[in-house]
């Protein structure tokens, strides 16, 4: 798909949408019209071309190109998603509200009770990208989970700057969260505090970008985007396996390289694999610095968190202030630990459930309790599990082969040091999101303005 000139006025789909004089809904909300807009703007905004001259940019160009269109076509998503500036306010709320209560020594007393070994190494680092993931639900955004690994940001960059829009009315909402121009300065910025944080002055001379097998993760076309984002800001990055890793004089090594910093890809949070041995030692004896770490996942992403995180008498007990604990209270679904206790209970009340891991990542092994056998649902209670309130994902119509097709939408707010650096969309059909659907994958938010809005809605 290819750039073209914006119209002066909104498309044909827009047509049932009453008029104002820029072309949108004079008589909706920005929540109201943005759920409008999902369901008939049916215009294409990535430009693909524009897409593959931004990959090109990059020295391994050609490589990043074959590996995103030919390897990965369901990573970026053709469409947009809208999303009314109230709701991106109250996102951004409970983001500041969670972040409230883990700074309260309660709160970290009770998350280091089920926390592996690992997480209790204390650093000065923060964690780079955390991931708050939400549903539009009825009562507005609901926090589903926070991830520490949460991939994407750097993609999300890339795919901003290649979007266009359907008409000078859309033109204003792009794209969402901060500029995109500056996101990769912001990204690098993030980094350096992160090293500052833990060294200080000292230079930062070498980042490893580490996972397991790298160059056969879904998302290895970022790893290659961040080595050459480092590079290119004068700090060497290489990318490897944790075995690569060797712990010895003191420091982190790969072959004759030192390594400073460790950017952690790792799904193994508490770096208990054998394969994280040299990692963890360094770790622990504070020989590198690591990011995120173990102990941002013990307080942010183990699921069972947000069993506390949404129980009024817990937040209570915390010492959690009232503003604070309606809010997330509003936008947390409650959380039950599972257990054969209350196993018929549970089944009785599947339906209105949704089943994670504690330790769970990418939607793995995370189950709709409507969809559950009753030989999973015994799986699950021989694991550690949580189970959520059920919060149905809103939805974006799109266009397919000349066909209408809903799909649903999860928004994730990247958050360094409780500030969002970026909201985008994942797109997909199923249970939980993935980027085998066609028409799906990652999708910039365009964000409809209140200015319109009664001034008791706006954010």
């Not at 004079?26 to 693909?48: K, W, Y």
């Amino acid at each position: 798909m290819s750039s073209s000139p914006l119209r002066s006025e909104c498309p044909p789909e827009l047509q049932g949408i009453p008029r104002a004089p820029h072309g949108l809904g004079a008589d909706l909300n920005c929540t109201e019209l943005a759920a409008r807009l999902n369901q008939v703007c049916q215009c294409f905004s990535l430009d693909r071309t524009a897409l593959q001259g931004e990959l090109r940019k990059n020295e391994s160009g050609a490589d990043l190109q074959r590996m995103i269109v030919e390897s990965r076509p369901n990573l970026f998503s053709d469409s947009a998603v809208f999303v009314g500036e109230r709701e991106i306010a109250r996102m951004d709320a409970i983001v500041a509200a969670v972040e409230r209560v883990v700074a309260l020594p309660a709160y970290v007393e009770h998350a280091m009770r089920y926390a592996p070994e690992a997480a209790r190494h204390v650093p000065r680092a923060a964690g780079v990208f955390l991931g708050y993931d939400f549903h539009l639900g009825a009562q507005g955004p609901q926090l589903i989970e926070v991830n520490t690994n949460a991939g994407g940001g750097l993609l999300n960059a890339v795919l901003a700057r290649a979007q266009q829009a359907c008409c000078e009315s859309v033109a204003a909402m792009i794209p969402g969260g901060v500029g995109a121009g500056s996101l990769e300065r912001v990204f690098v910025d993030m980094f350096r505090e992160e090293w500052r944080l833990e060294r200080g002055e000292a230079p930062l001379t070498c980042i490893a970008i580490v996972d397991e097998t790298p160059q056969d993760q879904y998302l290895a076309p970022e790893f290659v985007l961040f080595q050459h984002l480092f590079e290119r800001h004068g700090i060497p990055a290489l990318i490897c396996d944790p075995e690569e890793l060797a712990w010895r004089d003191g420091a982190l090594w790969r072959g004759e390289r030192r390594i400073d910093l460790v950017y952690n890809r790792l799904t193994d949070f508490g770096l208990e694999a054998a394969n994280a041995a040299a990692l963890r030692r360094a770790w622990m004896a504070g020989g590198v610095v690591l990011t995120p770490h173990p102990r941002a996942h013990a307080l942010y992403a183990d699921k069972r968190n947000l069993i506390a995180l949404s129980d009024a008498a817990t937040l209570e007990f915390f010492g959690v202030d009232a503003e604070t604990r309606a809010v997330l209270l509003g936008g947390i679904p409650r959380a039950e630990a599972v257990g054969r206790e209350k196993a018929e209970e549970l089944w009785r009340r599947r339906r209105q459930l949704f089943f994670k891991p504690a330790a769970g990542y990418g939607s793995k092994a995370a189950y709709r309790g409507d969809k559950l056998t009753r030989r999973v649902f015994e799986e699950i209670l021989d694991g550690t599990y949580i189970a959520q309130a059920l919060v149905p994902p809103s939805e974006r119509r799109i266009e397919l082969d000349g066909e209408p097709v809903d799909l649903k939408v999860d928004l994730r707010n990247y958050v360094y040091r409780g500030r969002v650096q970026l909201v985008t969309a994942r797109l997909y059909q199923g249970q939980t999101t993935n980027f085998r659907t066609p028409g799906g994958g990652f999708a910039p938010v365009f964000t409809v303005p209140c200015d319109r809005c009664a001034v008791e809605d706006r954010p």
